[in-house]
């Protein structure tokens, strides 16, 4: 059972996060049926040499395109980003994956550049749709906000803010959450089946204990938070319908740091040494801190190597 897989998993699924509040415009555009929201502040980001060595690690494919495609029509991200957003929606009993970025950047600006290289934009009723690099389209939802990712994602993304669909602004339990979670410099949140999923691949062989099976329908969802102003702090909170189910999940993972103590580096057992399991009420939470120098020691460990592959 590798626990500390549970951390690593966490920061590995949502990226480094750093972020705010959602805006209405990307709130809107947000599909309803979303089982993960991840925010990024990008400025943060580029402040932080630890925030950038965890995101050099664990940077996907898909956002190093990104980035590039963004150079490519005249947008600097490190200079014109403010927020990245993510959110993991299901479509067609499928994972999609939109994208939204607000920043400093002028859409008649980048139009025109689009122009001058002979983009030419795809209309989607009112909007347009323009191609980028890598295989991603892109539409602007505002003077200063941007939604990408596959055209079909780009498509929900602009029925859901033409009331064609569904919407996050529909979704009052991950609205919930959100609440709870972006005042924090650092957040993301995860639905139940997310949350269920999150679990699951973290405890390994431990999710499939009877114990488990019992709790894993009373989870009702997940936030947390990641900081790195200071070190490295790491909260995350599992929501459950009861304190029953808090404090099973809170003795599985409990016994989960401590057998995986037995066979952890000696870099892995200081980070274990930094995770508190606890039960509040219905709540189960974790904690983890660390200066910077032991965090970057163990983003170079062999477990995060095995988590991140």
Known sequence: MKYTALLLLVVLTCLPVFAGSLGSNARAAIPGDVQQIISVDYRQLNNSQTALALKDKVLPDNLKQFEQALRGIGIVPERDVDQLIFATYRADKNLRVVGVAQGVFSMRKIVKTMAQKKIRGEHYREALIYPMSGGMSMSFLDENTLMFGALPAVKDGLDARDGEAGSLNSNSGVLDMIGSADEAPVWSVLDAAGTQNMLRSSLGDASKLADYDMVKKRVRGSRYT??????????????????????????????????????????????????TVDSDSDVLRVHFSSDDASFRNLLNSQLFAAVSH
């Open 226 to 275: 990641m900081n790195f102003g200071n070190g490295v702090k790491f909260d995350l909170s599992v929501l459950t319908s009861d304190s029953m189910t808090a404090v099973t999940l809170s003795s599985l993972l409990k016994a989960a740091v401590l057998y995986r103590k037995y066979t952890a580096s000696a870099v892995e057992k200081a980070a274990l040494e930094d995770v």
